[in-house]
């Protein structure tokens, strides 16, 4: 089955700059792959999504890579604000059904 | 609120006891979801009903649980004989056929087993 390995678990970075989330899966035929936020106690809410048949997608200070040859995708934040502190998860479709999910990256924005 | 909701928000039981969660999906999604995460974790997927139909289930899902979608509209989770592995947040999550791989997650109901 579908195995999702996301990196780093802790993210610190300064107001203003930038921050990377990666995450690596094993079936190269998953074709959907979702960024999640989760504040504490909230609800998973969805930030981002990248479907196998684009590269690149980009939603004002979020973007999303993906490279299906070597089957990793990247989650890219610009000019972080604070209330970009949360726990990021990305997941992987399999058989277009379950979510497989990555550990999570504990990101913090530090003012 | 037109999102998913689940009920209660927080359970706290007495080990061997039974419970039950209830999910109300987004009014047009047929497709719903069962996931559990556990603190620190990310979420792991138990089963998913299209209408009323159960189509997986993972191996997570031990013969203690058991979900239904009688209708094709709300489910419910039970947990029976709970045991205290068993503390955990319990997700609901519902998409539409149209773009069935796109996942709006509810609240969760976080479970407490002393």
């Known amino acids: 089955g579908e195995n999702v390995e996301q990196h780093p678990s802790t993210l610190s970075v300064q107001e203003g700059d930038s921050a990377v989330i990666k995450c690596t899966y094993s079936?190269?035929?998953?074709?959907?792959f979702p960024w999640y936020k989760q504040e504490l106690g909230k609800r998973p809410q969805l930030i981002i999504d990248?479907?196998?048949?684009?590269g690149e997608k980009k939603d004002q200070r979020i973007a999303v890579t993906l490279n299906k040859t070597a089957k990793h995708f990247s989650l890219h934040i610009t000019e972080t604000q604070p209330e970009d502190s949360a726990v990021y998860f990305c997941?992987?479709?399999?058989?277009?059904?379950?979510?497989?999910f990555g550990q999570g990256t504990r990101l913090t924005i530090n003012p | 609120d037109t999102g998913v909701s689940q009920d209660p928000r927080h359970k706290i039981t007495k080990r061997g006891q039974n419970v039950t969660f209830r999910c109300d999906p987004i009014?047009?999604?047929?497709?719903l979801y069962w996931y559990r995460q556990t603190l620190g974790q990310g979420p792991e997927f138990l089963t998913y009903?299209?209408?009323?139909?159960?189509?997986?289930k993972s191996r997570l899902l031990s013969d203690r649980f058991s979900a239904e979608r009688p209708k094709g509209s709300f489910s419910t989770l039970e947990i029976q004989r709970t045991e205290q592995g068993d503390s955990a947040m319990y997700l609901c999550?519902?998409?539409?056929?149209?773009?069935?791989?796109?996942?709006?997650f509810g609240p969760g109901t976080r479970l407490l087993v002393l």
């Open positions: 009014s047009e999604h047929n497709r």
């Open positions: 990248i479907r196998s048949n684009v």
């Open positions: 009903f299209q209408n009323e139909a159960q189509l997986e």
């Open positions: 997941a992987a479709i399999q058989g277009a059904q379950k979510l497989v």
């Open positions: 079936d190269s035929a998953s074709n959907y």
């Open positions: 999550a519902s998409s539409r056929q149209s773009h069935r791989e796109t996942q709006y």
